[in-house]
């Protein structure tokens, strides 16, 4: 009778201990999206204030600004981690874009507005790139323990399911596997 009482109490401290590694890795993981989100809502309210001070040197260039903007409201309303991520590799890419047209209006290139946007933005990327490997860490931990045995069977009878990861599109997936190319 002893024996069992204390087998079902070791049981039941399992199940609890277990559900709370469970509750605390989905909480940090939640509260390092949230980082991720900060981040990218600065990153949007920065490109506004970027466009603008690019406007006035690159009159032909109205396709390479209205394509930022529409891919900054794109990111914006996406909801999902794997929209969200699309988004912001689109975002990317078109940020990408208007820095690499910057190159050809020496104006622009001088104008201190542009160089402090242009720095802050970087500033966020880096931001943002921390961000998403801590939360992509805090993910891998949560998905594990969902998946291991005995504790997959916790999380499947509270129905804990794995979380997305926040993942860059396969050109930025190329572009950080490949080594730099030196030339003398």
């Not at 399911?161 to 030339?183: G, Q, R, Y």
């Amino acid at each position: 009778m002893w024996t069992t009482i204390a087998i079902l109490a070791v049981i039941i401290l399992y199940v609890v201990a277990v559900y709370n590694g469970l509750i605390a890795r989905r909480t940090q993981a939640r509260e390092a999206w949230s980082t991720i989100d900060t981040q990218l809502k600065r990153r949007y309210d920065l490109i506004p204030n970027l466009v603008n001070a690019v406007k006035g040197a690159m009159k032909h260039e109205k396709g390479t600004l209205e394509s930022v903007i529409a891919a900054r409201n794109s990111a914006m309303s996406a909801s999902s981690v794997a929209d969200k991520g699309a988004a912001e590799n689109q975002l990317t890419g078109a940020l990408k874009s208007i820095f690499a047209l910057a190159e050809s209006y020496p104006a622009l290139r001088a104008n201190e507005n542009f160089l402090e946007l242009q720095q802050e933005l970087t500033d966020t990327e880096t931001k943002i790139q921390a961000a998403r490997q801590f939360y992509n860490t805090v993910v891998m931990s949560l998905n594990v323990q969902i998946k291991q045995f005995p504790s997959n069977i916790v999380a499947n009878l509270f129905k804990f399911v794995p979380e997305k990861f926040f993942e860059l599109d396969e050109e930025e997936k190329t572009a950080v596997k490949k080594a730099p190319k030196i030339e003398f």
